[in-house]
């Protein structure tokens, strides 16, 4: 074993994954397809600890709550079984932008932590094998070890893994409006309307026609098409997600204002779609040359980044570890 350090960034649903049909491997009910991003990064770097009971977890300086700990250990687990290995480890992971703030930093957590733990372990993986290893960790996290545009498969453990698409170059308008950790996460909030929404089956049929039309879409490079299938795609989840018992809203007044903005822009003749999370931020999808503007024409609705398609996850030279909390002070 040795210590390695990984990076892998977000990743932005165009069709979203919202539902799962076998929760303790991760399997979605859908399809789904993103961009991951090149911003908001986290660095991950994993150490062997011979002399360890357990695994250890440090987030952004601090060490880790009980559940972010027992995901982590869980999802290492898979790690040592596919390595034959007991070993515990000493997990250090920093992100770029706040945790849980509705970026997607489990996407980039776990897929950096996928990619760092496999190579701490000596795992032989391809990029297949590491989306399907990241998976383990959250599901959005297989697309983050793919570059740029990834769909990612619906099928049996075999199967579900991410894969690059063709897509016409786009760029993203991150709005943030609030940076606080979301009230209610993905993964409850996914079971509450698997088990209590009356559109679930409708959802999950219609995602499997809106990701083939997107797939087609992005080889045609008809960025139009992309756009007007990721908002309706979007406001479709939102809906669903609304129609849960009890009911979860996700998005805030100033999220629907900007939603709004984004169609007046379009009637301007200035094209701009939107979309988003598990959360109140709003990502607007625009073609490259018109990135500015529309960022320009949303200033004052929330905190603007222009961002574009990045890389897939990878390790980092060595020399790149991320710092132990209490290093220096001894
Ligand atoms: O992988 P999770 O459990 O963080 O779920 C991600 C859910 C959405 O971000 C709302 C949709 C998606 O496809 O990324």
Redesign the pocket.
Known sequence: MRTTTARAYP???L????GKRDESR?LPAAG?L?VTLDAFETTTTVVPNPAGDADSLELDGQPADEEQTRRTTAFLDHVRSLAGSEQPVIVRSRNSVPTGAGL?S??SGFAALATAAAAAFELDLDTRALSRLARLG????C?SVVPRVAVWHAGDDQASYAEPVDAPDMRMVVVTVDRGRKPV???AA?RLTAATSPFYDAWVSSTEDSLAAMIDACRDGDFTRIGEITESHALR?HALIQSTTPPIRFLRPQSVAIFDAVEKLRENGLEAYSTA??GPNVIVLVRPENAEAVAAALDGLGELRIVGPGPGAHPLPEGSEVPAATEGIS
Do not use: E, H, L, V
């Open positions: 990743n932005i649903a069709i979203k994954y919202w991760i789904s993103s997607a489990s996407a959250s599901g959005s996290a697309r996460s993905s993964r996914m989840m999370d598990a």
